[in-house]
T-cell receptor, first 115, second 114 residues
Framework: NAGVTQTPKFRVLKTGQSMTLLCAQD?????MYWYRQDPGMGLRLIHY???????AKGEVPDGYNVSRLKKQNFLLGLESAAPSQTSVYFC??????????????FGQGTRLTVV | GESVGLHLPTLSVQEGDNSIINCAYS??????FIWYKQESGKGPQFIID?????DKRQGQRVTVLLNKTVKHLSLQIAATQPGDSAVYFC?????????????FGKGTRLSVIA
């Protein structure tokens, strides 16, 4: 049982380049999330999805786009990467959105460096 | 090395001692709380949760205490072991209403001294 899988694990981009981070979960969870984690900042929510075909903005959505074409996949895109987007990115999924069963299952993270 | 967690509050504890990690939450409407553990190079993992109708919940070697009056949450780890070294996050959520997903605190790094 893989849980939540993120690809790639590491990536170095040049400023202005684009890329897509892929998140896949095999737990049939309805809800998926993308967070970024920076030193001293904890986990900040970028975008989330409450179901296939739906997305919503989180705390820090600027510079990112997402898509949830299939229930098991949640893609995070950077159209024009900036050094400020250097971070560790985590994908997570939950069975529920509020209250009980909101235990989040996280992927291993993607370390992105923009030079 | 892993840069995540740099500049976080740090708690250093001798192996075998008890650890207490504190968290202040912001939303008085939050009624469900979770503690996560994040080891170096890994994603956060669930430790224990508590609902607002409780003030204490115990797990294996861990206890969570909730004080709603001052909006404070703590995680107590008994007989701390080297494997407990990690960054610990609290998260809050609203069970009955609202449209905000789980909100995470900034985290505390626990360093166990052998």
């Amino acid at each position: 049982n893989a849980g939540v899988t993120q690809t790639p694990k590491f990536r170095v981009l040049k400023t202005g380049q684009s890329m897509t981070l892929l998140c896949a979960q095999d737990m049939n969870h309805e809800y998926m999330y993308w967070y970024r984690q920076d030193p001293g900042m904890g986990l900040r929510l970028i975008h989330y999805s409450v179901g296939e075909g739906t997305t919503a903005k989180g705390e820090v959505p600027d510079g990112y786009n997402v898509s949830r074409l299939k229930k098991q996949n949640f893609l995070l895109g950077l159209e024009s990467a900036a050094p400020s987007q250097t971070s560790v990115y985590f994908c997570a999924s939950t069975q529920a959105f509020r209250g009980d069963n909101t235990e989040a299952f996280f992927g291993q993270g993607t370390r992105l460096t923009v030079v | 090395g892993e840069s995540v967690g740099l500049h976080l509050p740090t708690l250093s504890v001798q192996e075998g001692d008890n650890s207490i990690i504190n968290c202040a939450y912001s939303n008085s409407a939050s009624d469900y709380f979770i503690w996560y553990k994040q080891e170096s190079g890994k994603g956060p993992q669930f430790i224990i949760d508590i609902r607002s109708n409780m003030d204490k919940r115990q797990g294996q070697r861990v206890t969570v205490l909730l004080n709603k009056t001052v909006k404070h949450l703590s995680l107590q780890i008994a007989a701390t072991q080297p494997g407990d070294s990690a960054v610990y996050f609290c998260a809050e959520n609203i069970r009955r209403s609202g449209n905000t997903p789980l909100v995470f605190g900034k985290g505390t790094r626990l360093s166990v001294i052998a």
